[in-house]
Protein backbone atom coordinates (compact mmCIF):
# COMPACT_ATOMS: atom_id res chain seq x y z
CA UNK A 1 0.00 0.00 0.00
CA UNK A 2 1.63 3.45 -0.91
CA UNK A 3 2.24 5.65 2.24
CA UNK A 4 -0.10 8.62 2.00
CA UNK A 5 3.21 10.81 2.96
CA UNK A 6 6.52 10.60 1.46
CA UNK A 7 9.34 8.91 3.86
CA UNK A 8 10.65 11.09 6.84
CA UNK A 9 14.35 11.51 5.65
CA UNK A 10 13.03 12.60 1.94
CA UNK A 11 9.73 14.92 3.43
CA UNK A 12 12.66 16.68 5.86
CA UNK A 13 15.05 17.21 2.64
CA UNK A 14 12.20 18.86 0.50
CA UNK A 15 11.00 21.31 3.24
CA UNK A 16 14.79 22.18 3.29
CA UNK A 17 15.15 22.85 -0.69
CA UNK A 18 11.77 24.83 -0.20
CA UNK A 19 13.02 26.81 2.55
CA UNK A 20 16.33 27.55 0.38
CA UNK A 21 14.71 28.83 -2.57
CA UNK A 22 11.58 30.31 -0.77
CA UNK A 23 9.41 28.35 -3.69
CA UNK A 24 6.52 26.39 -3.15
CA UNK A 25 6.69 22.66 -3.33
CA UNK A 26 3.99 20.44 -4.42
CA UNK A 27 4.33 18.44 -1.52
CA UNK A 28 0.83 16.06 -0.95
CA UNK A 29 -2.27 17.55 0.58
CA UNK A 30 -3.17 16.48 3.96
CA UNK A 31 -5.75 13.51 3.68
CA UNK A 32 -8.91 15.56 4.22
CA UNK A 33 -8.40 18.00 1.98
CA UNK A 34 -7.13 15.41 -0.99
CA UNK A 35 -10.90 14.15 0.11
CA UNK A 36 -12.42 17.12 -0.09
CA UNK A 37 -10.98 17.74 -3.88
CA UNK A 38 -12.21 14.22 -4.99
CA UNK A 39 -15.42 14.84 -3.53
CA UNK A 40 -15.60 17.88 -5.83
CA UNK A 41 -14.44 16.54 -8.56
CA UNK A 42 -16.81 14.03 -8.36
CA UNK A 43 -19.73 15.91 -7.72
CA UNK A 44 -18.81 17.62 -11.28
CA UNK A 45 -18.83 16.24 -14.79
CA UNK A 46 -15.43 15.91 -15.78
CA UNK A 47 -16.26 16.97 -19.44
CA UNK A 48 -18.10 20.05 -20.58
CA UNK A 49 -20.52 21.10 -19.57
CA UNK A 50 -18.82 20.54 -16.39
CA UNK A 51 -22.17 20.86 -14.31
CA UNK A 52 -23.24 19.12 -10.72
CA UNK A 53 -24.59 15.64 -10.95
CA UNK A 54 -26.55 16.80 -8.30
CA UNK A 55 -27.88 19.84 -11.15
CA UNK A 56 -28.61 17.03 -13.90
CA UNK A 57 -30.51 14.44 -11.13
CA UNK A 58 -32.63 17.28 -10.48
CA UNK A 59 -33.19 17.99 -14.79
CA UNK A 60 -33.96 14.62 -14.71
CA UNK A 61 -36.16 13.90 -12.17
CA UNK A 62 -38.51 17.67 -11.73
CA UNK A 63 -38.09 18.64 -15.55
CA UNK A 64 -38.09 15.77 -17.09
CA UNK A 65 -34.92 16.46 -19.34
CA UNK A 66 -32.76 13.39 -19.97
CA UNK A 67 -30.34 12.50 -22.44
CA UNK A 68 -30.49 14.30 -26.17
CA UNK A 69 -33.21 16.85 -24.44
CA UNK A 70 -31.12 17.51 -21.22
CA UNK A 71 -27.70 18.43 -23.14
CA UNK A 72 -30.03 21.13 -25.77
CA UNK A 73 -30.83 22.77 -22.85
CA UNK A 74 -26.90 23.02 -20.81
CA UNK A 75 -26.17 23.91 -24.13
CA UNK A 76 -28.99 27.15 -24.51
CA UNK A 77 -27.91 27.96 -21.14
CA UNK A 78 -24.46 28.15 -22.46
CA UNK A 79 -25.25 31.14 -25.06
CA UNK A 80 -24.93 34.82 -24.39
CA UNK A 81 -27.78 36.11 -22.86
CA UNK A 82 -29.70 39.01 -25.39
CA UNK A 83 -30.38 42.35 -23.41
CA UNK A 84 -33.88 43.33 -23.99
CA UNK A 85 -36.14 46.32 -23.18
CA UNK A 86 -39.91 47.07 -23.23
CA UNK A 87 -40.78 50.44 -24.05
CA UNK A 88 -43.38 52.49 -22.10
CA UNK A 89 -46.39 53.85 -23.98
CA UNK A 90 -47.57 55.94 -21.07
CA UNK A 91 -44.14 57.43 -20.85
CA UNK A 92 -43.01 57.87 -24.66
CA UNK A 93 -44.74 57.52 -28.21
CA UNK A 94 -42.56 54.86 -29.58
CA UNK A 95 -41.48 56.17 -32.31
CA UNK A 96 -39.72 59.20 -30.52
CA UNK A 97 -37.87 56.81 -28.07
CA UNK A 98 -36.67 54.42 -31.07
CA UNK A 99 -35.21 57.38 -32.45
CA UNK A 100 -33.42 58.73 -29.88
CA UNK A 101 -32.23 55.49 -28.84
CA UNK A 102 -30.70 54.70 -31.92
CA UNK A 103 -28.94 58.19 -32.10
CA UNK A 104 -27.59 57.72 -28.67
CA UNK A 105 -25.94 54.31 -30.48
CA UNK A 106 -28.39 51.44 -29.79
CA UNK A 107 -28.95 48.99 -32.17
CA UNK A 108 -32.55 47.67 -32.04
CA UNK A 109 -34.32 44.65 -32.67
CA UNK A 110 -37.94 43.75 -32.27
CA UNK A 111 -39.09 41.09 -29.65
CA UNK A 112 -41.45 39.20 -32.05
CA UNK A 113 -44.16 38.15 -29.21
CA UNK A 114 -43.97 41.40 -28.10
CA UNK A 115 -45.08 44.57 -29.46
CA UNK A 116 -43.20 46.71 -27.27
CA UNK A 117 -40.13 45.00 -26.54
CA UNK A 118 -36.83 45.43 -28.01
CA UNK A 119 -33.27 43.60 -28.07
CA UNK A 120 -30.43 46.27 -27.80
CA UNK A 121 -26.71 46.11 -28.42
CA UNK A 122 -24.41 48.65 -29.14
CA UNK A 123 -20.37 49.44 -28.99
CA UNK A 124 -18.87 52.21 -26.68
CA UNK A 125 -16.77 53.19 -30.13
CA UNK A 126 -19.61 53.72 -31.71
CA UNK A 127 -20.79 55.99 -29.06
CA UNK A 128 -17.67 58.01 -28.93
CA UNK A 129 -17.58 58.09 -32.66
CA UNK A 130 -20.89 60.05 -32.83
CA UNK A 131 -20.75 62.17 -29.60
CA UNK A 132 -20.53 65.64 -31.19
CA UNK A 133 -23.43 64.90 -33.12
CA UNK A 134 -25.68 64.72 -30.03
CA UNK A 135 -27.64 66.46 -27.69
CA UNK A 136 -27.08 66.92 -23.94
CA UNK A 137 -29.90 64.29 -23.08
CA UNK A 138 -28.30 61.50 -25.53
CA UNK A 139 -25.34 62.14 -24.00
CA UNK A 140 -26.68 61.64 -21.35
CA UNK A 141 -28.08 58.80 -21.82
CA UNK A 142 -25.68 56.76 -23.45
CA UNK A 143 -22.47 57.15 -21.19
CA UNK A 144 -21.20 55.37 -18.25
CA UNK A 145 -19.28 53.06 -20.50
CA UNK A 146 -21.06 49.90 -22.95
CA UNK A 147 -24.73 50.57 -23.61
CA UNK A 148 -25.54 46.65 -22.96
CA UNK A 149 -23.60 47.41 -18.95
CA UNK A 150 -25.20 51.37 -18.99
CA UNK A 151 -28.72 50.84 -19.98
CA UNK A 152 -30.14 51.06 -16.52
CA UNK A 153 -28.39 54.07 -16.43
CA UNK A 154 -29.69 55.90 -19.52
CA UNK A 155 -31.82 58.28 -19.13
CA UNK A 156 -35.18 56.77 -20.94
CA UNK A 157 -34.85 54.20 -18.21
CA UNK A 158 -34.35 56.37 -14.99
CA UNK A 159 -37.33 58.33 -16.47
CA UNK A 160 -39.76 54.78 -16.67
CA UNK A 161 -39.82 55.37 -20.83
CA UNK A 162 -38.24 52.12 -20.92
CA UNK A 163 -37.97 48.76 -18.47
CA UNK A 164 -35.26 46.49 -18.95
CA UNK A 165 -36.78 42.99 -19.20
CA UNK A 166 -35.80 39.50 -20.81
CA UNK A 167 -37.28 38.48 -23.40
CA UNK A 168 -39.09 35.53 -22.00
CA UNK A 169 -40.06 37.58 -19.03
CA UNK A 170 -42.43 39.44 -21.37
CA UNK A 171 -44.25 36.02 -22.81
CA UNK A 172 -46.84 35.81 -19.61
CA UNK A 173 -48.32 39.04 -19.67
CA UNK A 174 -48.91 39.31 -23.56
CA UNK A 175 -50.21 35.49 -23.27
CA UNK A 176 -52.79 36.96 -20.33
CA UNK A 177 -53.84 39.62 -22.37
CA UNK A 178 -54.31 37.73 -25.59
CA UNK A 179 -56.70 35.20 -23.67
CA UNK A 180 -58.51 38.55 -22.25
CA UNK A 181 -59.39 39.76 -25.26
CA UNK A 182 -60.42 36.40 -26.85
CA UNK A 183 -64.47 36.86 -26.95
CA UNK A 184 -66.03 34.14 -24.74
CA UNK A 185 -62.96 32.89 -23.04
CA UNK A 186 -62.19 35.41 -20.16
CA UNK A 187 -66.59 35.35 -19.78
CA UNK A 188 -66.58 39.19 -20.65
CA UNK A 189 -66.65 40.72 -24.14
CA UNK A 190 -63.37 42.41 -25.21
CA UNK A 191 -64.63 46.03 -24.52
CA UNK A 192 -65.36 45.15 -20.50
CA UNK A 193 -62.49 46.77 -17.52
CA UNK A 194 -60.45 43.96 -16.70
CA UNK A 195 -59.10 43.29 -12.73
CA UNK A 196 -56.08 41.51 -12.67
CA UNK A 197 -54.44 39.85 -9.89
CA UNK A 198 -50.74 40.38 -10.12
CA UNK A 199 -49.96 37.60 -7.15
CA UNK A 200 -45.98 37.69 -6.94
CA UNK A 201 -44.90 40.81 -8.59
CA UNK A 202 -41.91 42.28 -6.91
CA UNK A 203 -39.76 43.48 -8.71
CA UNK A 204 -42.34 44.88 -11.06
CA UNK A 205 -41.48 43.55 -14.92
CA UNK A 206 -44.70 42.04 -15.85
CA UNK A 207 -46.64 44.36 -13.11
CA UNK A 208 -45.82 47.55 -15.28
CA UNK A 209 -46.66 45.73 -18.33
CA UNK A 210 -49.83 44.82 -17.14
CA UNK A 211 -50.20 48.28 -15.92
CA UNK A 212 -49.24 49.82 -19.00
CA UNK A 213 -51.77 48.41 -20.90
CA UNK A 214 -54.81 48.56 -18.18
CA UNK A 215 -54.07 52.05 -17.58
CA UNK A 216 -54.03 52.62 -21.80
CA UNK A 217 -57.76 50.80 -21.77
CA UNK A 218 -59.52 50.92 -18.60
CA UNK A 219 -59.10 48.68 -15.56
CA UNK A 220 -57.66 47.77 -12.31
CA UNK A 221 -54.56 46.05 -11.39
CA UNK A 222 -53.69 44.74 -7.82
CA UNK A 223 -50.12 43.88 -7.06
CA UNK A 224 -49.25 41.44 -4.23
CA UNK A 225 -45.54 41.27 -2.93
CA UNK A 226 -45.49 39.73 0.41
CA UNK A 227 -41.70 40.11 1.51
CA UNK A 228 -41.08 43.79 2.49
CA UNK A 229 -37.75 44.49 0.71
CA UNK A 230 -38.99 43.41 -2.72
CA UNK A 231 -42.18 45.07 -1.77
CA UNK A 232 -40.16 48.61 -1.50
CA UNK A 233 -38.76 47.70 -5.21
CA UNK A 234 -41.86 47.00 -6.93
CA UNK A 235 -43.22 50.22 -5.58
CA UNK A 236 -40.26 52.11 -6.91
CA UNK A 237 -40.73 50.30 -10.14
CA UNK A 238 -44.59 50.99 -10.64
CA UNK A 239 -43.97 55.00 -9.82
CA UNK A 240 -41.03 54.89 -12.14
CA UNK A 241 -43.27 53.86 -15.04
CA UNK A 242 -46.37 55.92 -14.04
CA UNK A 243 -48.82 53.16 -13.14
CA UNK A 244 -51.33 54.71 -11.09
CA UNK A 245 -54.36 52.65 -11.26
CA UNK A 246 -52.88 50.20 -9.52
CA UNK A 247 -53.44 48.75 -5.61
CA UNK A 248 -50.43 47.31 -3.74
CA UNK A 249 -50.87 44.88 -0.81
CA UNK A 250 -48.26 42.75 1.24
CA UNK A 251 -50.37 39.70 1.36
CA UNK A 252 -49.65 36.13 1.82
CA UNK A 253 -51.26 34.88 -1.69
CA UNK A 254 -53.49 32.18 -0.17
CA UNK A 255 -55.01 35.26 1.98
CA UNK A 256 -55.96 37.03 -1.06
CA UNK A 257 -58.83 34.51 -2.00
CA UNK A 258 -60.47 34.29 1.20
CA UNK A 259 -60.64 38.32 0.92
CA UNK A 260 -61.55 39.10 -2.40
CA UNK A 261 -63.30 35.93 -3.57
CA UNK A 262 -64.00 35.82 -7.84
CA UNK A 263 -62.97 39.37 -7.72
CA UNK A 264 -60.38 39.25 -10.52
CA UNK A 265 -60.78 38.17 -14.14
CA UNK A 266 -57.17 36.81 -14.26
CA UNK A 267 -54.25 36.17 -11.75
CA UNK A 268 -51.07 35.95 -13.04
CA UNK A 269 -48.56 33.64 -10.90
CA UNK A 270 -45.02 33.87 -11.36
CA UNK A 271 -44.28 32.13 -8.16
CA UNK A 272 -40.40 31.59 -6.66
CA UNK A 273 -38.98 28.48 -8.42
CA UNK A 274 -35.36 26.67 -8.27
CA UNK A 275 -34.23 29.20 -10.42
CA UNK A 276 -32.54 26.79 -13.15
CA UNK A 277 -32.39 29.78 -16.01
CA UNK A 278 -30.31 31.66 -13.86
CA UNK A 279 -27.26 29.85 -15.12
CA UNK A 280 -27.85 31.69 -18.40
CA UNK A 281 -26.87 35.00 -16.49
CA UNK A 282 -24.41 33.80 -13.74
CA UNK A 283 -22.45 30.84 -13.80
CA UNK A 284 -21.66 31.13 -10.10
CA UNK A 285 -25.46 29.79 -9.66
CA UNK A 286 -24.42 26.13 -9.91
CA UNK A 287 -22.33 26.77 -7.05
CA UNK A 288 -25.45 26.49 -4.97
CA UNK A 289 -25.99 23.14 -6.44
CA UNK A 290 -22.33 22.15 -5.96
CA UNK A 291 -21.88 22.80 -2.69
CA UNK A 292 -23.44 19.94 -0.38
Known amino acids: MRPLSP ?16 QPVGLQAPFGERQGQRR ?5 LRRPPQVPRVFLAHLSSCLGLLGLAQRRFLRACARPVRRSFRGNRLKAEQASLLGRLLEAGFTLEPVPWCADGFFHSGSEAQLRGRRSQRTVDEVAAAEEGLPEVAFGLARPHLTGEVYGQESTSMLPAEVLKAALLTPGLA ?4 GSSFRILDLCAAPGSKTTQLGDWLQTI ?4 VANEPDAARHRVLRSNLLR ?10 LDGRRLGDLAP ?31
Not at 7 to 22: D, E, I, K, N, Y
Not at 187 to 190: A, D, F, K, V, Y
Not at 218 to 221: A, E, F, I, V
Open 40 to 44: RQNAT
Open 241 to 250: AGIVDCIRTR
Open 7 to 22: PCSQATSLRALASATS
Open 218 to 221: GGLL
Open 187 to 190: GQSP
Open 262 to 292: EAFDAVLVDAPCSGEGNIRKASDALDAWADP
